[in-house]
């Protein structure tokens, strides 16, 4: 799996962003905005999977990451006047500089010991958004301002979905390219064995604070997105909520594969959604499904939905075609 | 012009004429309403973490809904209602939000219990000229500043209540030093606000303010700090769990003598945070506020009881059941002055004119040209552990204080 990715991969990026180019002539906005929600989860689950499933590190400090990316974006914006074109990027390397620095004393860390250090850091990353009233208005909420992509104003998410549907290609695009490179395939070394990949020859700290720095750059895209179609950002949805919803969206689909990871965000985005027409007794249950969805996934799926339909499938091709009866010629008789 | 193309230019100029009309008969019809129907998205949260806040404040209100139909509706308009869950989270809620708007294309919205989800909705609400009236959200940031179509806070929002305790610590309770104790959100921001204000211009010293997280586990370093001020008076704006807790120290470190008044918020049902304080001696010198007229009138309390039992005979109302019906009533209220002919725009002037004094509330429902808060003026009441006692006189917020 190195090189380029296959053209058939390269081709569903261009049929996503004509995509984005298309639907919002054809549906209602509440359409369009569950479609813009799924895809900034996409960029984000696929940045914590970078971590989680890539490089084997239960690091959960992506959240915060995701929350200096919206700020910075916003801010930037509102206070001085820098367009999404460049604010975005600038937000997203903000959180890659803070994800390096992070990145530097807690891959000393392991297991569950970095789990709670990361764990802890995105809490305190919370109580700035909560307390830091002068720039963030703190627990009333920032209010921003609808971004400018050259000129032209981004209001609503019927002008939002061809900028997210071309950001969420870009950085599959990119995944793509990553997980087929030198530096993907050290990633998943480090996964497997820290020791047989510092054997192979392997900076293992290096790669692990790529890792972080990168997944925390796709966390500030994933940022700068909600800044497109949202008007609203308060410290109460940068909490331990949504960073189970994408851990859940990860684990189900199936961590260390893009596919996995689509098809994750696709199922838990669009299943409360699909519950909305189940009769109101039921909806308090949606919870306890939630849980076992998860539960069941990690008992009977280790490599989530994505890893059993690949099964499947692989298992269907090994069998092959059935085997055809070959036929026999007639036995010429005598005469 | 050969006669086949005058017939042509004859049938496009037809064609122009009645999409012209059926495009004038769709203005005139506002979405959500027709000749017998008026369609309302209800919504709140019916699962996850706060479903308490939501689930038997939306049965009030679609009881109350359900009531108006069983009469006959309103100028011959049955309600129907689009039930929808929030779960109190921005995302979602936004997303329910467009789909009642784009989908369901109902007249009016009608729902929220968290405020800070409702004003992740309020740009796009503002946008699209929809009325919003929020279900028993009691923030304040949704209704400040006010916006033209949001209309809430039908129990009163956090500078109503901190207000309210400092006038009544300050007036009848003659304090000079007060204390106060409020969560380091929205909600304590603002109760925080009102309270230092009233204080100060009652001529009262502020002479503590701590602020604390919500999830807060201990208590104790802020309750040593209320002490060290030696106040006449301990405000609070904490939540159920902390203000359990808040009780639990001030009574075992003796603080008995201090009277301590809460906010509704922290006690919506007394018997359960008497029983959960567990410390009879620290119930002496309580006081809370209360936006309902149901602790007073116990016959008012059993009425809405009973309906509610006649819709839901299956579920025990909860705490926060009445806090579902005032918005309902208000809403009522506008459609029946409105007549038949409904807009969007005429309603949100019908509801600026809403001057309601319903038997449920302590105070009258009205909103104004520059006002989106309903409630201004809730009643202090004792509570000893066992028994609620109303004290006398109602206490308003003057609409600047903590502005």
Redesign the interface.
């Given at each position: 799996m190195y090189g380029a990715p296959p053209p058939k991969q390269l081709a569903a990026l261009g049929l996503l962003v004509l995509a984005g180019f298309v639907l919002p002539h054809a549906l209602p906005d509440y359409f369009l905005y569950i479609g813009n929600l799924l895809m900034m989860y996409a960029v984000l689950a696929l940045g914590l999977d970078i971590l989680l499933g890539w490089t084997g590190q239960f690091a959960f400090a992506h959240i915060a990451f995701y929350g200096f990316g919206i700020y910075a974006t916003a801010l930037l914006n509102m206070r001085l006047g820098i367009p999404f074109v460049l604010g975005m990027p600038i937000a997203a390397a903000v959180a890659a500089l803070i994800g390096l620095l992070i990145a530097l004393p807690a891959t000393r860390l392991r297991t569950v010991y970095l789990a709670l250090a990361t764990y802890a850091f995105a809490e305190c990353a919370q109580w700035v958004f909560r307390t830091w009233d002068s720039v963030t208005r703190g627990p009333d909420g920032l209010r921003m301002s609808a971004p400018q992509i050259f000129g032209y104003m981004v209001g609503n998410d019927r002008d939002a979905m061809p900028v997210i549907a071309i950001i969420l290609a870009v950085m599959l695009g990119a995944t793509l390219y990553l997980v087929r490179s030198r530096l993907g395939r050290a990633f998943c070394a480090v996964r497997d064995s820290e020791h047989v990949a510092a054997a192979s020859g392997i900076d293992v700290k290096r790669t692990k604070v790529l890792a972080f720095t990168i997944s925390a750059f796709y966390a500030g895209v994933a940022g700068g997105v909600y800044t497109l179609f949202q008007s609203f950002v308060h410290p109460d949805g940068l909490g331990v909520w949504t960073l189970v919803l994408v851990l859940t969206m990860i684990v189900v689909g199936g961590s260390g594969t893009i596919g996995g990871v689509l098809l994750g965000v696709l199922l838990l985005g669009v299943l409360p959604e699909a519950l909305r027409a189940a009769p109101r007794g039921l909806l308090v249950w949606q919870e306890f499904a939630y849980g076992l969805i998860l539960i069941l996934a990690i008992m009977f799926m280790p490599r989530g939905l994505w890893g059993l339909v690949i099964y499947r499938l692989r298992r269907k091709a090994r069998r092959g075609p059935p085997p055809q009866a070959v036929p026999v010629p007639a036995l010429e008789r005598e005469p | 012009m050969t006669i086949g193309m005058k017939r042509l230019a004859g049938a496009l100029a037809l064609g122009i004429a009645a999409a012209g009309v059926a495009v004038t008969a769709k203005a005139q019809t506002p979405p959500g309403v027709t000749s017998n129907e008026i369609v309302i998205g209800l919504f709140g949260p019916?699962?996850?973490p706060l479903?308490a806040y939501g689930?038997d404040p939306l049965n009030a209100a679609k009881m109350v809904y359900d009531e108006v139909n069983a009469r006959g509706g309103i100028h011959g308009r049955r309600i129907r209602l689009v039930?929808?869950?929030d779960k109190c989270?921005?995302?979602?809620l936004?997303?329910v939000v467009?789909?009642l708007?784009?989908?369901d294309n109902v007249f009016i919205l009608h729902g929220g219990s968290c405020t800070?989800a409702i004003?992740?909705a309020?740009?796009?609400v503002l946008?699209e000229k929809v009325p919003f009236v929020m279900l028993n959200a009691a923030g304040d940031?949704a209704v400040f500043p006010a916006t033209r179509y949001m209309f809430g806070s039908f129990q009163g929002t956090q500078r109503v209540y901190g207000s309210a305790l400092a006038q009544f610590a300050v007036k009848d309770l003659k304090a000079k030093r007060v204390a106060i104790i409020v969560h380091?959100?929205?909600?304590?921001?603002a109760n925080l606000a009102a309270a230092k204000a009233v204080v100060e211009r009652l001529g009262g010293q502020v002479v503590a303010q701590e602020r604390i997280?919500p999830a807060i586990a201990d208590i104790t370093a802020p309750v040593l700090n209320l002490r060290a001020s030696k106040p006449d008076a301990i405000l609070s704006g904490a939540y159920p769990a902390p203000a359990v807790l808040l009780a639990q120290k001030y009574g075992e470190f003796g603080m008995t003598a201090i009277p301590l008044l809460q906010s509704t918020q922290g006690m919506p049902t007394p018997s359960v945070y008497a029983k959960n304080v567990g410390n009879p001696d620290a119930l002496k010198n309580l006081y809370h506020t209360w936006s309902f007229n149901d602790i007073a009138d116990e016959a008012l309390h059993k009425k809405w009881v009973d309906m509610y039992k006649k819709y839901y005979p299956d579920r025990e109302p909860g705490p926060f059941m009445v806090t579902g019906i005032p918005s309902a009533l208000a809403v009522v209220d506008t459609l029946q002055r409105m007549g038949r002919d409904l807009t969007r725009e005429k309603f949100v002037e019908a509801m600026e004119k809403l001057n309601l004094k319903s038997d449920v509330m302590t105070g009258p429902l009205q909103f104004g040209p520059g006002r989106r808060d309903a409630l201004r003026s809730v009643v202090v009441v004792k509570f000893d552990g066992k028994t609620q006692k109303v004290m006398p006189g109602i206490f308003a917020w003057n609409g600047k204080d903590g502005n």
């Open positions: - | 019916l699962s996850g479903v689930v039930i929808e869950d989270n921005g995302n979602e936004v997303g467009k789909k708007v784009t989908v800070a004003a992740a309020q740009e796009y946008r940031n380091d959100d929205d909600y304590g921001k997280p």
